[in-house]
């Protein structure tokens, strides 16, 4: 069954970081971490702002990348095209290899600080990176972007890399899943995200992600009363799968009620009828005796006071009647020893003649 409900899931999901386009029967389940956009370039040739790359030879990911469609979008802000600049699809590794060679000017990278690659190129004294001084300008445009403070000696504290507080942009990690995903399953997939992604790093602070914020795609809505709730009391105390079946079961249930509503009424008239109906029986009993004691001889006194004294007695010790019905049962008691008491008088009369 697990590998199944993996196999649905690698089917269904998959991460995107601020660069969609057609979305429809799409929806987002959160936002996970953090991927700053990185634009390296040669020291010989300073660069203040991306206006200032026009004309140069710039690596902007290779056709299809996120980097690629995001490099586009704030190089095209900027006035800048393939017309007046000269763009080349290579991949993060060759374009790394190309900066340090001198081949290309420029290379843009949307990638985790904590890779290699960046760490090696921020070591290489050939090579500055820029810091967005209009990052706020950008944000307000694209808010799918966020300022992030690469601070100084973060990367390298010993060697003090960088050397000053570097402003990025960063796009996040989206999860997203087709809009007809289970939604068990989004909340199992959130569930294991918060493990995951909840932790401090280099970039967010401790529980920063996952976030309803900073998603482009549409919000799944059983992801956002998630992300907003948290799991549910069941979610938190039992299993999962258990969890799950009992909120399944209490969706259930109100259809369930909303017959059995009705039935109560009837069962409990019927109720009171059948304990009422054991009291009058013996009433009865008691009836048919009082009627004919007058008439009665000794020998016939004697086998209705054992069987009235037998009944006193199994009426307490054997019969339960509920609380609701005891005014009569007592009722029914008393009643029982006024009959014994007048069969009794009966007795002592003809016992005297």
């Not at 990638?111 to 760490?119: G, L, R």
């Not at 399944?248 to 109906?277: A, E, H, N, Q």
């Not at 009722?331 to 006024?338: A, E, F, P, Q, S």
């Amino acid at each position: 069954n697990r590998k199944r409900i993996i196999k649905y899931i690698h089917l269904n999901m998959f991460f995107e970081a601020g660069t969609a386009s057609n979305v429809s029967g799409l929806r987002s389940l959160a936002s996970l971490f953090y991927e700053p956009l990185w634009v390296f370039y040669r020291k010989e040739q300073p660069v203040e702002y991306l206006r200032d790359l026009k004309g140069k030879r710039i690596a902007i990911g290779a056709e299809g990348s996120g980097t690629r469609a995001l490099a586009m979008q704030l190089l095209q802000k900027n006035g800048i095209d393939d017309k007046n600049t000269t763009f080349l699809g290579l991949t993060s590794q060759e374009a790394k290899q190309q900066l340090e060679t001198g081949i290309i000017d420029v290379a843009f990278f949307v990638v985790s600080p904590k890779a290699a690659m960046i760490s090696e190129l921020l070591h290489n004294t050939n090579i500055n990176l820029m810091s967005f001084k209009r990052a706020k300008a950008y944000t307000s445009h694209y808010p799918f972007l966020t300022e992030i403070i690469i601070s100084e000696g973060m990367i390298d504290l010993q060697q003090n890399i960088p050397t000053q507080n570097i402003s990025l942009l960063a796009t996040t990690a989206s999860l997203v899943v087709r809009e007809d995903m289970n939604s068990d399953l989004i909340r199992l997939l959130l569930r294991e995200a918060e493990k995951i992604h909840s932790v401090p790093d280099l970039l967010a602070a401790k529980n920063t992600f996952p976030s309803e914020k900073y998603v482009e795609i549409p919000l799944h809505e059983e992801a956002k009363n998630y992300l907003r709730n948290g799991p549910s009391l069941l979610e938190k105390t039992l299993p999962f799968w258990l969890a799950s079946l009992i909120d399944r079961l209490k969706i259930m249930l109100i259809p369930l009620l909303t017959l059995l509503i009705p039935l109560l009424k009837g069962i409990l008239p019927i109720y009171r009828w059948r304990v009422r109906s054991k009291i009058y029986r013996w009433y009865e009993t008691l009836r048919q005796v009082d009627s004919r004691i007058e008439s009665l001889d000794i020998h016939v006194i004697e086998q209705e006071i054992q069987r009235l004294s037998a009944l006193h007695n199994e009426l307490i010790t054997q019969v339960p009647i509920p609380l609701s019905y005891m005014s009569e049962f007592y009722n029914l008691r008393v009643h029982i020893n006024l009959i014994l008491t007048r069969l009794k008088e009966r007795r002592k009369l003809l016992l005297t003649q």
